[in-house]
């Protein structure tokens, strides 16, 4: 037998076997495994659902509970910044949970520089000066009693410059009063060991400011006497 007849005989012992498979009846599954197999899909799809629900409902839990820490923080910060509005003849203001920021109301005329500077001239006796400061636009001078410890201080402010002025009105409120016809606020901030008083008014030209420990008739006293150097 040669070569090329033991070729053909392959070949055509290679067709005849392969056009079996061609001709092959097409695959059909049993109803049975149909019904499993939609079981197992539809198992499949059930907890692909689920697990997406759950996803989706730990997200939207996250998401609110982010929210909600946001806006404890935010009300928080306001809380802590809310102030409430104060106003007077001659000052305006706002009042926090501890202390009381204050603007004079009426600037119009007024002098930009100290052009005039004031004094106390009745000073009670046993205080000596303590402390002297003096700029364009405020001068200060403090004294006190070696004997008793206690102290007095007077400012003067250009009223422009009288900004970012803070008084302590935790344990007090500040009360109007008139000085040589000018309103001003009286504010007792005394405590259990020692009496303190302070008052600032507006003199139309001027911020005067009085503290010291005395009472609150001594202090205005000795506000009405001061005067201009």
């Given at each position: 037998?040669?070569?090329?007849?033991?070729?053909?005989?392959?070949?055509?012992?290679?067709?005849?076997?392969?056009?079996?498979?061609?001709?092959?009846?097409?695959?059909?599954?049993?109803?049975?495994?149909?019904?499993?197999?939609?079981?197992?899909?539809?198992?499949?799809?059930?907890?692909?659902?689920?697990?997406?629900?759950?996803?989706?409902?730990?997200?939207?839990?996250?998401?609110?509970?982010?929210?909600?820490?946001?806006?404890?923080?935010i009300l928080a910060v306001l809380?802590?910044?809310?102030?409430?509005?104060?106003?007077?003849?001659?000052?305006?203001?706002?009042?926090?949970?501890?202390?009381?920021?204050?603007?004079?109301?009426?600037?119009?005329?007024?002098?930009?520089?100290?052009?005039?500077?004031?004094?106390?001239?009745?000073?009670?006796?046993?205080?000596?000066?303590?402390?002297?400061?003096?700029?364009?636009?405020?001068?200060?001078?403090?004294?006190?009693?070696?004997?008793?410890?206690?102290?007095?201080?007077?400012?003067?402010?250009?009223?422009?410059?009288?900004?970012?002025?803070?008084?302590?009105?935790?344990?007090?409120?500040?009360?109007?009063?008139?000085?040589?016809?000018?309103?001003?606020?009286?504010?007792?901030?005394?405590?259990?060991?020692?009496?303190?008083?302070?008052?600032?008014?507006?003199n139309e030209d001027y911020i005067?400011?009085?503290?010291?420990?005395?009472?609150?008739?001594?202090?205005?006293?000795?506000?009405?006497?001061?005067?201009?150097?």
């Amino acid at each position: 037998m040669t070569d090329s007849v033991l070729r053909s005989l392959l070949e055509e012992s290679f067709e005849r076997e392969w056009a079996s498979y061609a001709n092959a009846p097409e695959f059909k599954t049993s109803k049975k495994h149909d019904r499993v197999m939609n079981r197992i899909f539809k198992r499949y799809e059930k907890n692909t659902r689920k697990l997406y629900s759950q996803s989706t409902t730990t997200v939207r839990n996250l998401s609110r509970r982010i929210m909600i820490a946001v806006l404890v923080v935010i009300l928080a910060v306001l809380a802590g910044c809310a102030a409430t509005y104060f106003i007077s003849q001659s000052f305006r203001g706002e009042v926090y949970s501890d202390n009381t920021e204050l603007f004079p109301i009426n600037l119009e005329g007024c002098p930009t520089t100290i052009e005039q500077k004031y004094c106390l001239p009745d000073i009670p006796e046993g205080y000596e000066v303590l402390q002297t400061s003096s700029t364009p636009f405020s001068t200060h001078i403090s004294y006190i009693n070696e004997q008793t410890g206690q102290t007095i201080s007077f400012s003067q402010y250009v009223k422009g410059s009288f900004d970012s002025i803070h008084y302590n009105t935790e344990k007090g409120e500040l009360v109007e009063v008139e000085i040589n016809g000018h309103y001003g606020l009286f504010l007792d901030i005394s405590d259990e060991e020692n009496i303190c008083s302070c008052v600032i008014w507006d003199n139309e030209d001027y911020i005067l400011e009085l503290y010291g420990n005395l009472a609150k008739n001594e202090i205005l006293d000795l506000a009405y006497y001061a005067k201009v150097l």
